[in-house]
């Protein structure tokens, strides 16, 4: 095998896993989703594109990530992104303390190196023979974006909640996300070794540009119906009565039809059912919800409106 082929053969070595497989992957590392969701991750990782995630908080935008890994047993190396992040901090960074220490070490080396010329110039010249050793590799300290690109192996990147970032950083994304690739200036390209899955995810409380778009296959993943949130709930609690777990879904599912600043996430559902197990109810009533309606409502706005309320949503959801 020649070396472009050895490389090419790296940069698509991710699992080959048709979208059933994948389907049963995520259902064992109890992440339960729907066929759209496993259709979108195995086109992203067939096309080597990545894949954006938008919708609201609390859908399993970042599971997905998270399961993903483990289903394709890749290494996972995550990204958080928030306002003001900048190449240093996602990139990489100078290791300066070592660049200074190598400094004070080749002081005097260099006074003898150059004893010999006799004038600033001649001294000029002869350094610029010696390589930049202060920008080598070998003083690069690199962050999650460049660790995805370096790894020997196939990695599962996750760039979370980007639309948190400045449009500034996500100029910076284009190379990497177009050509798995980034531009050092003082080094120059670094290309993937490994090409990564990545994932980006966006609560869209910003539009994200068109290039970044353009660049990415898009999964939209909304709150989960009452059937698929049902399945979710005995997966992750498995210890729950059937009839807990009917009366608590259409409860949470009764909610989002209600004007919130945030609707229940699924993981607020699960927290919520195993404090019910804890609290060792067997069914829902008004008093039993009011008394842990915090445990799904984070603002207290939402409280105070869903609050006078229970009762008319319990009876809508026959409970």
């Given at each position: 095998?020649?070396?472009?082929?050895?490389?090419?053969?790296?940069?698509?070595?991710?699992?080959?896993?048709?979208?059933?497989?994948?389907?049963?992957?995520y259902?064992?590392?109890?992440?339960?989703?729907?066929e759209?969701?496993?259709?979108?991750?195995?086109?992203?990782?067939?096309?080597?594109?990545?894949i954006?995630?938008e919708?609201?908080?609390?859908?399993?935008k970042?599971?997905?990530?998270?399961?993903?890994?483990?289903?394709?047993?890749?290494?996972?190396?995550?990204?958080?992104?928030?306002?003001?992040?900048?190449?240093?901090?996602?990139i990489?960074?100078?290791?300066?303390?070592?660049?200074l220490?190598?400094?004070?070490?080749l002081k005097?080396?260099?006074?003898?190196?150059?004893?010999d010329?006799?004038?600033?110039?001649?001294?000029?010249?002869?350094?610029?023979?010696?390589?930049d050793?202060?920008y080598?590799?070998?003083?690069?300290?690199?962050?999650?974006?460049?660790?995805?690109?370096?790894?020997?192996?196939?990695?599962?990147?996750?760039?979370?909640?980007?639309?948190?970032?400045?449009?500034?950083?996500?100029?910076?994304?284009?190379?990497?996300?177009s050509d798995?690739?980034?531009?050092?200036?003082?080094?120059?390209?670094?290309?993937?070794?490994?090409?990564?899955?990545?994932?980006?995810?966006s609560?869209?409380?910003?539009?994200?540009?068109?290039?970044?778009?353009?660049?990415?296959?898009?999964?939209?993943i909304?709150?989960?119906?009452?059937?698929l949130?049902?399945?979710?709930?005995?997966?992750?609690?498995?210890e729950?009565?059937?009839?807990?777990?009917?009366?608590?879904?259409?409860?949470?599912?009764?909610?989002?039809?209600l004007?919130?600043?945030?609707?229940p996430?699924?993981?607020?559902?699960i927290?919520?059912?195993?404090a019910?197990l804890?609290?060792h109810?067997?069914?829902?009533?008004?008093?039993?919800?009011?008394?842990?309606?915090?445990?799904?409502l984070?603002f207290?706005?939402?409280?105070?409106?869903?609050?006078?309320?229970v009762?008319?949503?319990?009876?809508?959801?026959?409970?």
């Amino acid at each position: 095998m020649s070396r472009a082929q050895l490389n090419a053969y790296i940069r698509h070595s991710l699992p080959d896993l048709s979208i059933e497989e994948l389907e049963r992957g995520y259902a064992t590392e109890g992440y339960i989703c729907n066929e759209h969701v496993t259709t979108s991750v195995f086109l992203a990782q067939k096309m080597d594109k990545p894949i954006l995630v938008e919708g609201p908080p609390g859908v399993g935008k970042t599971e997905l990530a998270k399961a993903t890994a483990k289903v394709l047993d890749l290494p996972f190396i995550r990204l958080q992104c928030y306002e003001g992040l900048d190449e240093s901090k996602a990139i990489y960074e100078w290791k300066y303390g070592k660049q200074l220490l190598y400094t004070q070490v080749l002081k005097d080396k260099l006074s003898g190196i150059l004893s010999d010329e006799k004038d600033l110039q001649s001294a000029v010249h002869r350094l610029r023979g010696f390589s930049d050793t202060f920008y080598s590799e070998e003083f690069l300290e690199p962050r999650p974006l460049l660790k995805a690109l370096t790894n020997e192996q196939s990695s599962v990147l996750l760039i979370d909640e980007i639309d948190k970032s400045d449009y500034e950083f996500e100029a910076f994304l284009l190379e990497l996300l177009s050509d798995y690739s980034i531009s050092i200036p003082e080094i120059g390209t670094i290309s993937a070794k490994a090409t990564p899955m990545v994932f980006l995810t966006s609560n869209n409380t910003r539009e994200l540009g068109d290039a970044l778009k353009r660049r990415c296959i898009h999964l939209f993943i909304e709150f989960p119906d009452a059937e698929l949130e049902r399945t979710i709930i005995s997966s992750r609690v498995p210890e729950i009565s059937e009839t807990l777990r009917e009366q608590l879904v259409d409860f949470v599912q009764g909610v989002r039809q209600l004007e919130l600043k945030k609707q229940p996430a699924v993981s607020e559902t699960i927290d919520w059912a195993r404090a019910l197990l804890l609290l060792h109810a067997d069914s829902l009533d008004a008093a039993l919800v009011k008394r842990t309606l915090h445990l799904l409502l984070k603002f207290r706005q939402d409280l105070e409106s869903v609050t006078p309320q229970v009762e008319e949503i319990l009876i809508k959801g026959k409970i």
